[in-house]
């Protein structure tokens, strides 16, 4: 099975910061990566999909990139509507995988 | 409104058996594979088993396979996941979601990504 880590588990920034999460496959991806949003007691949210692709209705300040083992999910600018915890998700026709999710908070 | 309501969960003896459901609405039903996703602060997010539109094809994930039964009713928009010799490590908060994929129905395989989720309903497996 392919293991999803993030890095890093939790993370403190300021409103308007730039802020990177960054999510490591165990072996070189062929495969889909997403995204999810999950605020407190709520159902995880799709933010990102096919590693890049932005979900219809989510912010343009979200955006994906990587290939292979590395993978990032980058806020341009945070709003405190973006306090969560963000989980990468690698995902095929046969399995899928998440990673442990990643703490966001306000400064 | 497009949205997913899960039912059924509930505090079950070891060896027990439960039975969810999830009602959609306000998209065709028919046309989406659909999962069971499940959560607990210790594994965190983990896929369950997923279901044809059609109903004609399954699969599970190896830790509920010959336990766990999933089924849909395309007449009443409606998933099912009977759960059944329920271990203590089944306790979780279990998520009915969409695959992202719209194929009309006619996907022979899922995508595995979930564009919709329900908002979950707690199993607790004890004594």
């Known amino acids: 099975d392919i293991q999803m880590t993030q890095s890093p588990s939790t993370l403190s920034a300021s409103v308007g910061d730039r802020v990177t999460i960054t999510c490591r496959a165990s072996?070189?991806?062929?495969?889909?990566l997403a995204w999810y949003q999950q605020k407190p007691g709520k159902a995880p949210k799709l933010l990102i999909y096919?590693?890049?692709s932005l979900e219809s209705g989510v912010p343009s300040r979200f955006s994906g990139s990587g290939s292979g083992t590395e993978f990032t999910l980058t806020i341009s600018s945070l709003q405190p509507d973006d306090v969560a915890t963000y989980y990468c998700?690698?995902?095929?026709?046969?399995?899928?995988?998440f990673g442990q999710g990643t703490k966001l908070e306000i400064k | 409104e497009v949205q997913l309501v899960e039912s059924g969960g509930g505090l079950v003896q070891p060896g027990g058996s439960l039975r969810l459901s999830c009602a959609a609405s306000?998209?065709?039903?028919?046309?989406?594979?659909m999962h069971w996703v499940r959560q607990t602060p210790g594994k965190g997010l983990v896929w369950v088993s997923a279901?044809?539109?059609?109903?004609?094809?399954?699969t599970y994930a190896d830790s509920v396979k010959g336990r766990f039964t999933i089924s849909r009713d395309n007449t009443k928009n409606t998933l099912y996941l009977q759960m059944n010799s329920l271990r203590a490590g089944d306790t979780a908060v279990y998520y009915c979601?969409?695959?992202?994929?719209?194929?009309?129905?006619?996907?022979?395989?899922?995508?595995?990504?979930?564009?919709?989720w329900g908002q979950g309903t707690m199993v607790t497996v004890s004594s």
């Open positions: 998700q690698h995902y095929n026709s046969y399995s899928c995988s």
């Open positions: 072996q070189s991806l062929n495969t889909w």
């Open positions: 979601a969409r695959d992202w994929a719209d194929c009309g129905g006619d996907c022979y395989l899922p995508a595995m990504a979930f564009d919709m």
């Open positions: 279901i044809k539109g059609d109903g004609s094809s399954t």
């Open positions: 096919m590693t890049s």
């Open positions: 306000g998209f065709t039903f028919s046309r989406y594979w």
